[in-house]
């Protein structure tokens, strides 16, 4: 499935979810791929302060040097340690994977990918001008691939792998060994990882998600880092993200930054900065809050006839396996049962062939708990129904 059809049916669960809103249905929605609370009073703040009274001329293509010293400052811990000249500022992280890519790819290289995953990896590597290539994961591997099966994929055209831990849809996290494997047989092979870190402050089932630079720091000069504010912060909308790597790598971003949006919007930049040094308590309760929502989900489901849903390991989705539920009701796909929940339950989800994943759903847990609630009991109360069919 092309990224183009993938990020139409997600767009499609949400534009028909609004439609019956407007027509006065009551739609709980857990198909966004955001969380469902406002940004942090203290980050407006600092956006608004900064409209006010900032310095509102050109800045600097590459990013506000204090906000690339404290993205910096959350890189990983490795020697040489990452300093602002290591960052390029985007406009959030698919800017920063494509631009990244970009700066490593030449016509016809090849990236591997994780499948199913995230579909805003594919299209930023197309339109850096890679070729897909993808390694196949499922719930048997945990949606997670080993080094073997990278090798299995590789080509003498493999340029780079890209890692997402947590990942999306599955909240999949690799472990120490198994991304230790990989980046041995990266640096074997020549061949780049580019790490999506976007949802590493929500592991749940440990401290912290491993990081491939940490275990082997002698990737340093052949791995890319990308991330952004927009999950733990509430500021999707705000689009910023960033882009750490090699010199080569942020001076070839910088120009295209300079030579297509100038620079990032300096107000966004300062919202940006309040997020990362400021108060993150109200990450800590969004954290908390999300694992509730994850237990509460995840063992509701999974006691569905039919359905399979383990409690992810990150992230901010559980991706069940409803394949039982297909076999024993009127639905031939996934689409078909998203679209019987949203019209007859009123619940909005994800169904799993915007992911390449027909046999699953997407449902997002970074909702209010009364929202978590609320949808739990309708699919529990629709799916058991229909799951108890047979």
């Known amino acids: 499935m092309s990224a ?3 990020d139409n049916a997600i767009l499609a669960v949400s534009a028909r979810a ?5 027509e006065g249905v009551d739609v709980v929605s857990l198909a966004a791929g955001e969380p469902d609370t406002p940004t942090p009073p203290a980050i407006t703040a600092a956006a608004a302060a900064a409209a006010l009274h900032g310095d509102h001329h050109y800045g600097p293509a590459v990013g506000d040097p204090a906000l690339r010293a404290a993205i910096a400052d959350r890189l990983p811990t490795v020697s040489p340690r990452f300093t602002a000249h290591d960052v390029q500022v985007t406009l959030g992280t698919k800017h920063a994977l494509f631009l990244g890519l970009q700066a490593l790819l030449e016509p016809g290289d090849e990236v591997l990918l994780a499948q199913p995953g995230w579909p805003g990896h594919t299209g930023a590597l197309l339109a850096a001008g890679g070729q897909k290539v993808c ?3 499922s719930a048997e591997t945990g949606f997670l691939a080993s080094a073997a099966d990278l090798e299995a994929a590789r080509t003498p055209r ?3 792998v890209v890692l997402a831990s947590p990942a999306n849809p599955s909240g999949a996290v690799y472990t120490a060994d198994q991304l230790t494997a990989i980046a041995e047989w990266a640096l074997a092979h020549d061949v780049w990882v580019v790490s999506d870190d976007v949802y590493d402050q929500f592991v749940y089932d440990a401290d912290s998600a491993p990081h491939v630079l ?8 052949r791995c890319l880092v990308v991330s952004g504010v927009s999950k733990a912060y509430a500021m999707t909308g705000w689009r910023i993200g960033w882009l750490a790597g090699p010199p080569a790598i942020v001076a070839a971003a910088r120009k295209h930054v300079a030579r297509t949006i100038t620079h990032v919007p300096t107000v966004t930049q300062a919202a940006a900065l309040a997020a990362l040094v400021g108060d993150q308590q109200p990450v800590h309760e969004a954290f908390a809050r999300y694992g509730r929502n994850r237990d509460v989900l995840a063992t509701g489901l999974d006691g569905i006839p039919g359905v399979r849903c383990p409690a992810p390991a990150g992230g901010m989705f559980v991706f069940p396996d409803v394949t039982g539920l297909l076999e024993r009701g009127p639905w031939a796909t996934t689409v078909e049962l998203a679209t019987w929940l949203l019209e007859d339950a009123g619940v909005a989800v994800v169904p799993g062939e915007a992911f390449d994943a027909p046999g699953h759903l997407r449902l997002c847990f970074a909702v209010s708990p009364d929202t978590l609630d609320t949808a739990a009991a309708r699919l529990v109360e629709h799916l058991d129904r229909a799951g108890s069919r047979g």
């Open 135 to 137: 390694v196949p994961v």
């Open 18 to 22: 609004a439609q019956l809103r407007a």
């Open 4 to 6: 183009a059809v993938s």
């Open 158 to 160: 493999t340029r780079a």
């Open 214 to 221: 940490t275990l082997v720091p002698g990737l340093r000069d």
